[in-house]
């Protein structure tokens, strides 16, 4: 029974979860404010749910000896390593959904705070003072909305943007001009959006690419009277020079949910009029918090119990329908990588994989990793589809896939190559309708090769007596043979054995036959067939 800790406050019912779908739960829900206890006790544990004050350092991963999944209730990761969870082969989940209505809805209200000075109108009326005339607003209506980021979020805002009558200009590298078309927005590029925009609201991650988009030079470019509204990431807008333009009156106004350091204590916007400031309350709602509450529980049995992958931030998603299908695909992309890898002693430069058929429609990222991850054991044994891809690319290994419609005898298949700075190696298989994998090809000789636990592989010129030499040398030394399995380029040709038996063989077996003379090439082969 897989067990999960909870070192942070989610709901009853997100723990009940957990409990009815038969994995064993750990509610300690002030556990993540001592990094010391956890540390010391999370290698219990295959899944960690947490929120934002569980902080899963490269310490903290160190001691993770058993930990699978990490779950985060809630679209911000900041307070995970990802880089060391992928290097551990821990997949990081998130739930990015759950608050896309209450964040929007949060910009939204900060835009009609910022527009009608209501917090600064607010704190004079409570004081007994009726200054009317000082809080003169802006409407909505008609004016412009620049978005930055026109993802989940940002598309919501867009919605209610049109709906409140504003025209809306949105960049986003990644928004298709049919896309902006259906959502009624104009797709423009930044500084067009900064020289038109009334009121500009921010929702994308921060990133190297969004870090202080909003840059000095940015914000001089934008139309004199403009309000910003940023609920989205601390460090999207550089805070010391929009303070400075504020006090020029170059901005109108400013609405922040979010800031560079937080918990933020001071900041160069605090005590500036009409700049409204909450502490980070983007996700702040009952609902919100128990739709992430009950998804990361939903995401993470998912994962433990079925190995569906949902919302991962280090590994691609596979569905639970696409991990019922995919399985067998699977564990055959890891044993060609294994194969390959068991068999490459020279540095690898690129690895190239191809799709034929009805697999080259499947998760093909997935897949990818299964790939790369079989290679990689060899050399790490306990590196997985998450921790794989990261080791090839520290390495500088070249990732290259291609796919293809049928075109041969098999519905799919899957063929790998490794290059090395001295040879190329291949291999391809595919599965049969039992949902066994099988090997079909290994260097670019056909084959029909079960695959076992235990196997030895061979090569060899096509000569007669090879058969009997290999039948009589296991026979004498008691190495049982499940199934035997041979392939030649031509005759009297390159020639290879592929034998699946009972047992690993014993290295004194192994030197038997090379001392024949027979073999080019002898080797043990081992696979997790489970």
Same mark, same amino acid.
């Given at each position: 029974?897989?067990?999960?800790?909870?070192?942070?406050?989610?709901?009853?019912?997100?723990?009940?979860?957990?409990?009815?779908?038969?994995?064993?739960?750990?509610?300690?829900?002030?556990?993540?404010?001592?990094?010391?206890?956890?540390?010391?006790?999370?290698?219990?544990?295959?899944?960690?749910?947490?929120?934002?004050?569980?902080?899963?350092?490269?310490?903290?991963?160190?001691?993770?000896?058993?930990?699978?999944?990490?779950?985060?209730?809630?679209?911000?990761?900041?307070?995970?390593?990802?880089?060391?969870?992928?290097?551990?082969?821990?997949?990081?989940?998130?739930?990015?959904?759950?608050?896309?209505?209450?964040?929007?809805?949060?910009?939204?209200?900060?835009?009609?705070?910022?527009?009608?000075?209501?917090?600064?109108?607010?704190?004079?009326?409570?004081?007994?003072?009726?200054?009317?005339?000082?809080?003169?607003?802006?409407?909505?209506?008609?004016?412009?909305?620049?978005?930055?980021?026109?993802?989940?979020?940002?598309?919501?805002?867009?919605?209610?943007?049109?709906?409140?009558?504003?025209?809306?200009?949105?960049?986003?590298?990644?928004?298709?001009?049919?896309?902006?078309?259906?959502?009624?927005?104009?797709?423009?590029?930044?500084?067009?959006?900064?020289?038109?925009?009334?009121?500009?609201?921010?929702?994308?991650?921060?990133?190297?690419?969004?870090?202080?988009?909003?840059?000095?030079?940015?914000?001089?470019? @934008?139309?004199?009277?403009?309000?910003? #509204? &940023?609920?989205?990431?601390? +460090?999207? %807008?550089? =805070?010391?020079? /929009? $303070?400075? *333009?504020?006090?020029?009156?170059?901005?109108?106004?400013?609405?922040?949910?979010?800031?560079?350091?937080?918990?933020?204590?001071?900041?160069?916007?605090?005590?500036?009029?009409?700049?409204?400031?909450?502490?980070?309350?983007?996700?702040?709602?009952?609902?919100?918090?128990?739709?992430?509450?009950?998804?990361?529980?939903?995401?993470?049995?998912?994962?433990?119990?079925?190995?569906?992958?949902?919302?991962?931030?280090?590994?691609?998603?596979?569905?639970?329908?696409?991990?019922?299908?995919?399985?067998?695909?699977?564990?055959?992309?890891?044993?060609?990588?294994?194969?390959?890898?068991?068999? @490459?002693?020279?540095?690898?430069?690129? #690895? &190239?994989?191809?799709?034929? +058929?009805? %697999?080259? =429609?499947?998760? /093909? $990222?997935? *897949?990818?990793?299964?790939?790369?991850?079989?290679?990689?054991?060899?050399?790490?044994?306990?590196?997985?589809?998450?921790?794989?891809?990261?080791?090839?690319?520290?390495?500088?290994?070249?990732?290259?896939?291609?796919?293809?419609?049928?075109?041969?005898?098999?519905?799919?298949?899957?063929?790998?190559?490794?290059?090395?700075?001295?040879?190329?190696?291949?291999?391809?298989?595919?599965?049969?309708?039992?949902?066994?994998?099988?090997?079909?090809?290994?260097?670019?000789?056909?084959?029909?090769?079960?695959?076992?636990?235990?196997?030895?592989?061979?090569?060899?010129?096509?000569?007669?007596?090879?058969?009997?030499?290999?039948?009589?040398?296991?026979?004498?030394?008691?190495?049982?043979?499940?199934?035997?399995? /041979?392939?030649?380029?031509?005759?009297?040709?390159?020639?290879?054995?592929?034998?699946?038996?009972?047992?690993?063989?014993?290295?004194?077996?192994?030197?038997?036959?090379?001392?024949?003379?027979?073999?080019?090439?002898?080797?043990?082969?081992?696979?997790?067939?489970?």
């Amino acid at each position: 029974m897989p067990k999960v800790l909870i070192s942070d406050k989610l709901s009853a019912a997100a723990v009940q979860i957990f409990k009815d779908r038969g994995i064993d739960v750990d509610f300690q829900p002030d556990l993540g404010k001592d990094k010391d206890k956890l540390a010391e006790v999370i290698g219990q544990y295959d899944g960690l749910a947490i929120r934002s004050a569980t902080k899963v350092t490269e310490k903290i991963l160190a001691n993770a000896t058993n930990l699978k999944v990490i779950g985060r209730a809630g679209i911000g990761v900041d307070n995970v390593d990802r880089d060391a969870a992928s290097k551990k082969g821990v997949i990081v989940m998130n739930t990015p959904f759950g608050n896309m209505i209450t964040t929007a809805e949060h910009a939204i209200a900060m835009m009609f705070a910022v527009a009608r000075q209501i917090p600064e109108a607010s704190a004079s009326t409570h004081a007994g003072k009726w200054e009317k005339s000082k809080f003169m607003g802006v409407e909505l209506t008609g004016k412009t909305l620049g978005v930055i980021g026109a993802g989940n979020i940002g598309g919501i805002v867009c919605d209610r943007a049109r709906g409140l009558k504003m025209k809306v200009a949105a960049y986003d590298p990644f928004l298709s001009h049919e896309k902006a078309d259906k959502m009624g927005v104009a797709k423009v590029e930044l500084d067009e959006l900064l020289q038109r925009a009334d009121f500009i609201t921010l929702h994308v991650p921060l990133t190297d690419q969004t870090r202080n988009i909003l840059s000095r030079e940015n914000l001089e470019k @934008t139309k004199k009277g403009v309000r910003i #509204i &940023n609920c989205a990431r601390g +460090g999207l %807008v550089d =805070e010391e020079a /929009l $303070a400075d *333009l504020l006090k020029s009156g170059h901005v109108a106004g400013a609405a922040f949910d979010v800031f560079a350091q937080e918990p933020a204590t001071e900041n160069p916007l605090f005590d500036l009029p009409n700049v409204v400031c909450t502490p980070h309350l983007g996700a702040a709602t009952s609902e919100a918090q128990e739709n992430v509450a009950l998804q990361v529980a939903e995401q993470m049995s998912d994962y433990l119990l079925t190995g569906a992958v949902t919302n991962a931030l280090n590994m691609p998603s596979v569905t639970a329908e696409e991990a019922k299908v995919m399985g067998p695909w699977i564990k055959l992309s890891e044993h060609l990588g294994s194969f390959i890898g068991q068999m @490459t002693d020279e540095p690898i430069k690129a #690895i &190239n994989i191809l799709y034929d +058929g009805i %697999v080259s =429609e499947m998760n /093909l $990222a997935a *897949l990818n990793c299964a790939v790369i991850s079989g290679i990689m054991k060899r050399a790490n044994p306990d590196v997985n589809m998450v921790s794989a891809p990261v080791i090839a690319a520290e390495r500088g290994i070249q990732i290259s896939t291609t796919n293809q419609e049928q075109s041969g005898v098999f519905e799919g298949y899957v063929k790998v190559t490794v290059v090395t700075s001295k040879f190329e190696r291949s291999i391809a298989g595919t599965v049969f309708s039992d949902g066994k994998p099988r090997f079909i090809q290994i260097k670019g000789i056909n084959i029909d090769a079960e695959i076992g636990n235990h196997m030895l592989y061979t090569t060899n010129e096509d000569v007669p007596g090879i058969i009997g030499t290999l039948g009589q040398t296991m026979g004498e030394n008691n190495v049982n043979i499940a199934n035997f399995t /041979l392939g030649r380029s031509a005759a009297k040709g390159e020639a290879i054995a592929l034998l699946y038996v009972d047992e690993a063989v014993p290295a004194a077996v192994l030197d038997k036959l090379k001392s024949t003379g027979m073999f080019q090439q002898v080797k043990t082969l081992e696979f997790d067939v489970a």
